[in-house]
């Protein structure tokens, strides 16, 4: 009788162990909390960051089992930043560089550019962004004239039907972008490496404009230079930041390189090298596979006067395969989270620091006084 009672007593704890329990909550859910208030501040405004995001390949790549293609056809728009919205929806503005066309391969497009790689995905495809929480994204880059002023023109219209804003000089289109917030005007302006060397005058009329006229407080430089894979990040990210610094930029991120790079000063202004790839639908494979969400608060008095910015980074892997692009980023902690933040600190030199990761926070940064005289 008693080893019945006994079998009885071993099932109902084993049926009871075997119970799914609650979900354990995903990590940095409540990053945006994390972030102290500064002295003197009245208002906080948050921004993301991301990296390179290519939603389009090759034309002779579209369709294959291991293209982008094939898994939004299976899981649908909201696969890409499935892993990532909760944190990015945590932000006031998340802005993303878009690599690539959104077209439709219809009559009319212009034929693509001879180079090795020209990235288009459909129109529709603008759709991924929106569902990911991305509100807005670069176009200054190598590749948004991949398929000419057709190619460009549409993409606008697709970002524009979703509601996406976006920014950048190109040879076919640009502008500028500004966030409104209260009596907060936060101006976003972009460039690449080529188009700048022969616009400046014009880049410079940009940086006038939006601080005389547009009444930003605060403007935020985006560059698109430097050598893809280079773990170094060279001269000519630097020229370029340091000119956009003169010009009246308040803080520069840089994107192109495709890994993560460093951080340091230029006169008296952060410059964030390269945020790595994020979702790059123009590899089928990974040669990196590590990446960060930047999230960037930047802190306001009650009468709108800039007192400065502060920095997280959320550590990222870009697929769940080592070396097979699942084009599904998510955020890891522990070790990897570790060794993605090192990444970052290879290229930062003394004195400045990449501050050490806290599990479940990111990689917390101190706080960055105004620039005095932008």
Request: charged share 25%; net charge negative.
């Amino acid at each position: 009788m008693g080893c019945i009672v006994l079998l009885i007593l071993l099932m109902a704890l084993a049926a009871e162990a075997s119970e799914p329990g609650p979900e354990p909550e995903a990590p940095y859910a409540h990053t945006a909390e994390y972030f102290p208030a500064e002295e003197g501040e009245y208002r906080k405004v948050l921004f993301s960051f991301l990296g390179d995001c290519a939603l389009g390949c090759n034309e002779i790549d579209h369709g294959k089992r291991k293209s982008l293609d094939s898994y939004v056809s299976r899981y649908g728009f909201g696969y890409c930043f499935e892993k990532v919205r909760y944190i990015l929806e945590q932000d006031d503005l998340t802005v993303a560089n878009l690599e690539g066309v959104l077209a439709d391969p219809q009559e009319g497009l212009a034929p693509r550019t001879k180079k090795a790689y020209n990235f288009r995905a459909d129109e529709a495809y603008a759709g991924i962004l929106k569902e990911g929480s991305v509100e807005a994204v670069t176009l200054a880059n190598n590749h948004a004239g991949d398929y000419g002023q057709p190619g460009f023109d549409r993409t606008v219209q697709a970002l524009d039907g979703q509601s996406i804003g976006w920014f950048g000089s190109t040879d076919w289109g640009g502008q500028y972008f500004i966030f409104e917030q209260g009596n907060v005007r936060i101006g976003l302006v972009g460039s690449w490496v080529d188009y700048y060397w022969r616009h400046t005058e014009e880049m410079q009329a940009m940086f006038e404009h939006m601080r005389k006229v547009e009444g930003c407080q605060v403007i935020i430089g985006v560059i698109h230079a430097g050598v893809e894979y280079d773990k170094r990040h060279d001269n000519n990210q630097t020229k370029l930041a340091r000119r956009f610094i003169r010009w009246g930029a308040d803080i520069v991120i840089g994107h192109h390189p495709h890994v993560l790079q460093g951080f340091r000063m230029l006169e008296d202004a952060p410059v964030y090298y390269s945020l790595g790839n994020f979702v790059f639908a123009g590899n089928f494979t990974l040669r990196t596979e590590y990446t960060v969400i930047m999230q960037l608060a930047l802190s306001f008095a009650e009468d709108g006067t800039y007192l400065g910015s502060r920095a997280n980074f959320i550590p990222c892997r870009l697929s769940e395969h080592r070396e097979i692009n699942d084009y599904r980023p998510y955020p890891v902690t522990g070790q990897e989270a570790q060794k993605a933040i090192r990444q970052m600190q290879y290229d930062t030199k003394e004195p400045w620091l990449i501050r050490d990761y806290v599990e479940n926070v990111g990689a917390m940064q101190d706080f960055i006084p105004a620039r005095q005289d932008p």
